[in-house]
């Protein structure tokens, strides 16, 4: 079943701020991650899913239906948040089975159930404990199979793993993945984490300020960003202003590149993505600088340096040891996005 989001505008009342023309469609058994800056509007449409709030304009779908103006037990969509929330008070089967118990299901059914979905998150022997015997990360498990024990019709999960710590986080992703494609059940994931997003969704929405800026495979969010912003906001990059000076051939305050200019137009102003990782240290025959590293991390598997070049400054990221003088820049590494007016004096 998907979840669909059909040019959704909605406002809070007496406020400007919200989200605006939304559309995003979420297939059966597809994974799409929100990410965007604080504010950008992912907790609205999470309320517009849910049925916490109704949109002014468009509609919200369930399986093709608009549910616009369903309450929230009627859209049948299974919820994880960050804090768990589940009962104390309850074993963690009688938490799993609380849906089932809402719904009217007799108690053996329901504690079976229950089972069997605890066993599915990797919680076997663990059904008549308590949550606080548990780790963050076996109270998410059990979040987990309290969501998708009724067979919902679709899956939100609001900031899942951003209470744990960062090797529990890792691990939890991937258990996420897991269950969610054992279900085969259309989920939004809410996440301020973009390393979590990339690594499983199967598509990713960008958010700024109220509106999606991108929704794209993880490898073309990265790759292909479609502005600037979002080249920023996920994950490191060296982003420059720049003019096309001539076909494969961009002028900036670093200096000329050579690069693939499209069919952009001699004195059209750009900018320039170089995602750290892609500069080459040592000499090149093209697109080659020269500078000093004025900052130089060591952050284990990779280094962080940034190297001072004549008009600007380079991030490079490299595993290799040594003094870093020389740069190259291959110029498939260069990804040319529209000229951004806030990066114009940011060389
Ligand atoms: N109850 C409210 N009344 C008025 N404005 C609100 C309300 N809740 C949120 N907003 C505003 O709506 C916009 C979107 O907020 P929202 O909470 O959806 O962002 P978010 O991306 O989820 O942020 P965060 O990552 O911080 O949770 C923001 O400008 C916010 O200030």
Same mark, same amino acid.
């Given at each position: 079943?998907?979840?669909?989001?059909?040019?959704?505008?909605?406002?809070?009342?007496?406020?400007?701020?919200?989200?605006?023309?939304?559309?995003?469609?979420?297939?059966?058994?597809?994974?799409?991650?929100?990410? @965007?800056?604080?504010?950008?509007?992912?907790?609205?449409?999470?309320?517009?899913?849910?049925?916490? &709030?109704?949109?002014?304009?468009?509609?919200?779908?369930?399986?093709?239906?608009?549910?616009?103006?369903?309450?929230?037990?009627?859209?049948?969509?299974?919820?994880?948040?960050?804090?768990?929330?589940?009962?104390?008070?309850?074993?963690?089967?009688?938490?799993?089975?609380?849906?089932?118990?809402? %719904? @009217?299901?007799? %108690?053996?059914?329901?504690?079976?159930?229950?089972?069997?979905?605890? $066993?599915?998150?990797?919680?076997?022997?663990?059904?008549?404990?308590?949550?606080?015997?548990?780790?963050?990360?076996?109270?998410?498990? #059990?979040?987990?199979? %309290?969501?998708?024990?009724?067979?919902?019709?679709?899956?939100?999960?609001?900031?899942?793993?951003?209470?744990?710590?960062?090797?529990?986080? &890792?691990?939890?992703?991937?258990?996420?993945?897991?269950?969610?494609?054992? &279900?085969?059940? $259309?989920?939004?994931?809410?996440?301020?984490?973009?390393?979590?997003?990339?690594?499983? $969704?199967?598509?990713?929405?960008?958010?700024?300020?109220?509106?999606?800026?991108?929704? &794209?495979?993880?490898?073309?969010?990265?790759?292909?960003?479609?502005?600037?912003?979002?080249?920023?906001?996920?994950?490191?990059?060296?982003?420059?202003?720049?003019?096309?000076?001539?076909?494969?051939?961009?002028?900036?305050?670093?200096?000329?590149?050579?690069?693939?200019?499209?069919?952009?137009?001699?004195?059209?102003?750009?900018?320039?993505?170089?995602?750290?990782?892609?500069?080459?240290?040592?000499?090149?025959?093209?697109?080659?600088?020269? @500078?000093?590293?004025?900052?130089? %991390?060591?952050?284990?598997?990779?280094?962080?340096?940034?190297?001072?070049?004549?008009?600007?400054? #380079?991030?490079?990221?490299?595993?290799?040891?040594?003094?870093?003088?020389?740069?190259?820049?291959?110029?498939?590494?260069?990804?040319?996005?529209? $000229?951004?007016?806030?990066?114009?004096?940011? #060389?």
């Amino acid at each position: 079943m998907a979840l669909q989001f059909d040019q959704v505008s909605y406002r809070y009342p007496g406020s400007i701020q919200g989200v605006t023309d939304i559309s995003l469609k979420i297939g059966d058994g597809e994974l799409v991650a929100l990410i @965007g800056a604080s504010g950008s509007g992912k907790s609205t449409l999470l309320r517009l899913l849910c049925g916490f &709030a109704a949109p002014d304009r468009g509609q919200v779908r369930i399986d093709g239906e608009d549910v616009s103006p369903a309450p929230p037990e009627r859209r049948k969509l299974g919820v994880v948040f960050q804090d768990y929330a589940l009962f104390p008070h309850m074993r963690l089967w009688e938490n799993v089975a609380y849906p089932l118990k809402v %719904r @009217g299901m007799a %108690r053996d059914a329901r504690q079976t159930r229950a089972c069997e979905m605890l $066993a599915r998150v990797g919680m076997a022997g663990r059904e008549q404990d308590r949550p606080d015997l548990l780790s963050g990360g076996q109270r998410q498990r #059990v979040a987990l199979a %309290r969501a998708l024990v009724f067979g919902p019709r679709g899956l939100l999960l609001d900031e899942p793993l951003s209470a744990l710590d960062a090797g529990l986080r &890792a691990e939890m992703r991937d258990e996420i993945q897991r269950v969610q494609r054992q &279900a085969g059940i $259309a989920t939004l994931l809410v996440t301020h984490d973009q390393e979590e997003a990339l690594s499983i $969704a199967d598509r990713v929405a960008v958010m700024r300020d109220g509106r999606i800026v991108q929704i &794209a495979t993880p490898h073309e969010v990265y790759d292909r960003p479609a502005e600037a912003w979002v080249a920023a906001f996920v994950g490191q990059s060296n982003l420059w202003p720049g003019t096309v000076a001539a076909s494969g051939r961009v002028e900036t305050a670093l200096g000329p590149f050579t690069c693939d200019t499209g069919p952009r137009p001699k004195g059209e102003r750009v900018t320039l993505l170089v995602r750290p990782e892609r500069v080459i240290p040592g000499a090149g025959p093209i697109n080659g600088l020269t @500078g000093t590293a004025t900052a130089d %991390r060591f952050l284990g598997p990779v280094r962080r340096l940034d190297l001072s070049v004549p008009g600007g400054t #380079v991030k490079v990221e490299t595993h290799l040891p040594g003094l870093v003088r020389d740069i190259t820049i291959p110029p498939d590494a260069i990804r040319l996005l529209p $000229a951004e007016a806030s990066l114009s004096t940011a #060389v």
